[in-house]
C-alpha cells in the first residue's frame, strides 16, 4: 500500500512539475527571452537588440558577455550594450553570471552613408544571348505549318548563346545566321542554356512563305529597355543601386542574363493612374541630359547595380543619409521619393504596415499603404515606373518601393535597402537568395522578333 502511494505521489509531483515548466514556457518572460533573434545585423554604436520582458531587479542581475574583446561596452547596469568594433562575435546572456539564458550570434558593420535616389532612369539592358519567348510556327510553301524549334525541344525561357559555334547576341544577328545557313541547305546547331544548364540541339530552317526568308518557329529577344527609379549612391565606391527586383522577360519571367548595359536619366511626360485590376504606370522617355547616366554590372535579386559616370546630386538632401537596417525598420509613417512629372523629385507619405525578415527569399519584406492624398489622385497609388523608389523613415534609407497589389494599387511591396546593400558588396554579411514576382518597372520595348 505504501509503495502505491508513493508511486501515486511522484507521478502527481511529475505532473505537477509539467505544468509549472509549461507555465513557464508560456510566461511573457519566457516568451521574450527566447523570441531574441538568434543572429542580429547591428551598425557599429547601436545597441543590441535585447527586449526582454524582465523585471528591472533581475534585468540588473544579467550577464552579458563576448567571446571577444572589446566588442561590447556597457554603459550602465540592465541596458543592452553598444558595440564598438565591426565583425561577427558571439554574445552570451546569463542570469546572475551563472545561469545561461540564450546565445546570440552578432554580425556588426560600420554606418553606411548614401545619396537617396527618386530620381526616374531609363535602364537599357543587353542580355548574354537571344531569349526565347514563344512559339511562331512557319507556313511553308504548301501552305503547311511547322515548328523545327518545337521538333528541336525549344521552350520560352531558353537563352541561346551560341549558333553553330559562333556567339549570338543580337536578334538581327540571329535572323541572318538562319537565313544564310537555310538558303545553303546547312543544318543549324544551338548551343542553349536552361536552368544554368547547357545543351545543343540541331534542327533545319524552313523557308517562309509569310516572311520571305528561312526561319525555326520561334519569337526572340535580345535584352529589356524599360523606366524604373533609382534607389541610392554610395559617394565613396560610386555604386548605385536601383529598381529593388530583378529585371526579367515580360513573356517568360525567367531572368534576363546580363551581357551589359547601361542607365540615363528619364523624363516623365504623363500618368496613367492604376485602378483596380489594372496596374498604372509612368509614361516616360530618355532624356539627353548626362546628369545622370552609368553602366549596369550586375542584374541581381534585389536589383540592378553599377556605378555612375558623375556623382549623383539630390536636390531634397545636402548631404548622404545614413542607411537603416531591417531590425531597425518599423511600423508606422515612412515616405517615398519619386517623380511624378518631368525630373523633379518630390516625397510623398506611406506606412509601412509590416516588416517581414522571413522573406528574404522573394524580396518582399516590407507591406506598404500610400495614404498622400496627392499621389493618389495623380497615380491612384503605386504604378509601373516607381520600382525602386526609396523609403525614408526617421531620416534613415530603410527601404525602396519594388511591387503593387493588383486589386489595391494603394498598397504593395517594398525590398529592405540592406538586402539591397548585402548583394552589391557594399554589406559583407551571409544572404539568401532567390526570384522576386510581379514588379513595377515599366518595359518600354516588350516587342518580340521571329526567327
Same mark, same amino acid.
Given at each position: 500500500m505504501l509503495r502505491i502511494e508513493i508511486a501515486r505521489i511522484q507521478r502527481l509531483g511529475a505532473i505537477f512539475f509539467a505544468i509549472l515548466l509549461v507555465f513557464a514556457c508560456l510566461s511573457p518572460v519566457s516568451r521574450s527571452i527566447y523570441g531574441l533573434q538568434p543572429r542580429q545585423h547591428v551598425l557599429v554604436g547601436e545597441s543590441l537588440d535585447l527586449?526582454?520582458?524582465?523585471?528591472?531587479?533581475?534585468?540588473?542581475?544579467?550577464?552579458?558577455? !563576448?567571446?571577444?574583446?572589446?566588442?561590447?561596452?556597457?554603459?550602465?547596469?540592465?541596458?543592452?550594450?553598444?558595440?564598438?568594433?565591426?565583425?561577427?562575435? *558571439?554574445?552570451?546572456?546569463?542570469?546572475?553570471? &551563472?545561469?545561461?539564458? $540564450?546565445?546570440?550570434?552578432?554580425? !556588426?558593420?560600420?554606418?553606411?552613408?548614401?545619396?537617396?535616389?527618386?530620381?526616374?532612369?531609363?535602364?537599357?539592358?543587353?542580355?548574354?544571348?537571344?531569349?526565347?519567348?514563344?512559339? !511562331?510556327?512557319?507556313?511553308d510553301q504548301s501552305g503547311r505549318e511547322s515548328s523545327p524549334a518545337r521538333r528541336a525541344?525549344?521552350?520560352?525561357?531558353?537563352?541561346?548563346?551560341?549558333?553553330?559555334?559562333?556567339?549570338?547576341?543580337?536578334? /538581327?544577328?540571329? $535572323?541572318?545566321?538562319?537565313?544564310?545557313?537555310?538558303?545553303?541547305?546547312?543544318?543549324?546547331?544551338?548551343?542553349?542554356? $536552361?536552368?544554368?544548364?547547357?545543351?545543343?540541339?540541331?534542327?533545319?530552317?524552313?523557308?517562309?512563305?509569310?516572311?520571305? #526568308?528561312?526561319?525555326?518557329?520561334?519569337?526572340? #529577344?535580345?535584352? /529589356? /529597355?524599360?523606366?524604373?527609379?533609382?534607389t541610392f549612391y554610395e559617394p565613396k565606391s560610386e555604386c548605385y543601386g536601383a529598381l529593388g527586383h530583378m529585371i526579367t522577360d515580360s513573356q517568360t519571367m525567367h531572368p534576363i542574363e546580363l551581357s551589359d548595359g547601361k542607365i540615363v536619366l528619364a523624363e516623365i511626360q504623363g500618368i496613367r493612374p492604376g485602378r483596380r485590376g489594372q496596374p498604372g504606370e509612368k509614361l516616360g522617355s530618355f532624356a539627353n541630359d548626362l546628369m545622370l547616366s552609368g553602366n549596369i554590372k550586375s542584374n541581381g535579386t534585389y536589383g540592378i547595380f553599377g556605378a555612375?559616370?558623375?556623382?549623383?546630386?539630390?536636390?531634397?538632401?545636402?548631404?548622404?543619409?545614413?542607411?537603416?537596417?531591417?531590425?531597425?525598420?518599423?511600423v508606422g509613417p515612412a515616405k517615398m521619393l519619386t517623380v511624378l512629372d518631368g525630373q523633379r523629385v518630390e516625397s510623398f507619405d506611406l506606412v509601412i504596415e509590416k516588416v517581414r525578415?522571413?522573406?528574404?527569399?522573394?524580396?518582399?519584406?516590407?507591406?506598404?499603404?500610400?495614404?498622400?492624398? #496627392?499621389?493618389?489622385?495623380?497615380?491612384?497609388?503605386?504604378?509601373?515606373?516607381?520600382?525602386?523608389?526609396?523609403?525614408?523613415?526617421?531620416?534613415?534609407?530603410?527601404?525602396?518601393?519594388?511591387? &503593387?497589389?493588383?486589386? *489595391?494599387? /494603394? #498598397?504593395?511591396?517594398?525590398?529592405?535597402?540592406?538586402?539591397?546593400?548585402?548583394e552589391c558588396g557594399l554589406l559583407s554579411v551571409p544572404n539568401k537568395t532567390g526570384n522576386v514576382g510581379q514588379s513595377t518597372i515599366n518595359l518600354l520595348n516588350p516587342c518580340r522578333i521571329v526567327a
Open positions: 527586449s526582454l520582458n524582465l523585471p528591472p531587479s533581475i534585468s540588473k542581475s544579467l550577464i552579458i558577455q !563576448a567571446d571577444q574583446p572589446n566588442v561590447l561596452k556597457v554603459v550602465r547596469p540592465g541596458t543592452a550594450p553598444v558595440v564598438q568594433s565591426t565583425g561577427e562575435f *558571439n554574445v552570451s546572456i546569463k542570469l546572475f553570471g &551563472v545561469i545561461p539564458l $540564450r546565445h546570440v550570434t552578432v554580425t !556588426a558593420v560600420p554606418e553606411i552613408k548614401v545619396v537617396p535616389g527618386g530620381q526616374s532612369i531609363g535602364v537599357m539592358l543587353n542580355s548574354s544571348g537571344v531569349m526565347v519567348v514563344g512559339e !511562331a510556327p512557319v507556313f525541344g525549344l521552350a520560352p525561357g531558353d537563352l541561346i548563346t551560341k549558333i553553330n559555334g559562333r556567339s549570338v547576341s543580337s536578334e /538581327a544577328q540571329m $535572323r541572318e545566321s538562319i537565313e544564310e545557313l537555310g538558303r545553303n541547305q546547312k543544318p543549324v546547331v544551338l548551343t542553349v542554356k $536552361r536552368n544554368n544548364k547547357t545543351f545543343k540541339t540541331e534542327l533545319k530552317p524552313i523557308f517562309c512563305q509569310e516572311t520571305g #526568308r528561312h526561319r525555326i518557329g520561334i519569337m526572340i #529577344r535580345d535584352g /529589356a /529597355a524599360g523606366v524604373g527609379t533609382l555612375l559616370d558623375e556623382p549623383l546630386k539630390n536636390p531634397l538632401f545636402g548631404r548622404p543619409i545614413p542607411v537603416g537596417l531591417l531590425h531597425q525598420t518599423k525578415p522571413e522573406s528574404v527569399h522573394d524580396g518582399k519584406g516590407l507591406v506598404i499603404r500610400i495614404v498622400d492624398q #496627392r499621389l493618389l489622385e495623380k497615380s491612384g497609388g503605386i504604378i509601373q515606373g516607381m520600382s525602386g523608389s526609396p523609403i525614408i523613415q526617421n531620416g534613415y534609407l530603410i527601404g525602396a518601393v519594388t511591387h &503593387v497589389f493588383v486589386n *489595391n494599387p /494603394a #498598397r504593395g511591396y517594398g525590398v529592405p535597402v540592406e538586402w539591397m546593400l548585402r
